[in-house]
T-cell receptor
Framework: ETGVTQTPRHLVMGMTNKKSLKCEQH?????MYWYKQSAKKPLELMFV???????ENNSVPSRFSPECPNSSHLFLHLHTLQPEDSALYLC?????????????FGPGTRLTVL | EDQVTQSPEALRLQEGESSSLNCSYT??????LFWYRQDPGKGPEFLFT???AGEEKEKERLKATLTKKESFLHITAPKPEDSATYLCAVATGANSKLTFGKGITLSVRP
């Protein structure tokens, strides 16, 4: 595997379900990110982890719970979601001590909440 | 508050018809401006990073330029495979937080 991978690629869940999204980066980076992408809207930053510590949480509802067990893995735990949470969820990684700090994205998980 | 505006929202070109995509920004303390390409149902693919006004970068048919207020992505003699959504983002602050524009959907007809 190379780059940033995400599983599953597609997920359909009911409002009472609990599920998790997984992200893995193979780039040796030290920061990882979760973004939400909805139709006709800019990418919205949800969480940032740097050196496995959460450094940013952009007023995301508590039904989204991130977990970063090490610098290569990032999870987004989902519970009691709403239909408006349906979107493409993107994971990204970067090396924060490099000038420019370019973020590289995974393919995304298309989430549909019924 | 940092703002990024991309125009036009959508652009349809004939194969070989060169054009430019615009990204204007209002930020405090620009650390970098990024261009990404995104195909339907996929994650954004990194294209360029520009750091200072006057900087230019090229890759195949694409050339990105930067001024103090905006960036252009010039597409020379586009091909149908250049059809995609092009995203612009600016990095600001000590954490290099990215603020994205809404994107420009480019369609190139054969």
């Amino acid at each position: 595997e190379t780059g940033v991978t995400q599983t599953p690629r597609h997920l359909v869940m009911g409002m009472t379900n609990k599920k998790s999204l997984k992200c893995e980066q193979h780039l040796g980076h030290n920061a990882m990110y979760w973004y939400k992408q909805s139709a006709k809207k800019p990418l919205e930053l949800m969480f940032v982890y740097s050196l496995e510590e959460r450094v940013e949480n952009n007023s995301v509802p508590s039904r989204f719970s991130p977990e970063c067990p090490n610098s290569s893995h990032l999870f987004l735990h989902l519970h009691t979601l709403q239909p408006e949470d349906s979107a493409l969820y993107l994971c990204a990684s970067s090396q924060r001590d490099r000038v420019g700090d370019t973020q590289y994205f995974g393919p995304g998980t298309r989430l549909t909440v019924l | 508050e940092d703002q990024v505006t991309q125009s036009p929202e959508a652009l349809r070109l004939q194969e070989g018809e060169s054009s430019s995509l615009n990204c204007s920004y209002t930020v405090s303390g620009l650390r970098g401006l990024f261009w990404y390409r995104q195909d339907p149902g996929k994650g954004p693919e990194f294209l360029f990073t520009l750091y200072s006004a006057g900087e230019e970068k090229e890759k195949e048919r694409l050339k990105a330029t930067l001024t103090k207020k905006e960036s252009f992505l010039h597409i020379t003699a586009p091909k149908p495979e250049d059809s995609a959504t092009y995203l612009c983002a600016v990095a600001t602050g000590a954490n290099s937080k990215l603020t994205f524009g809404k994107g420009i959907t480019l369609s190139v007809r054969p």
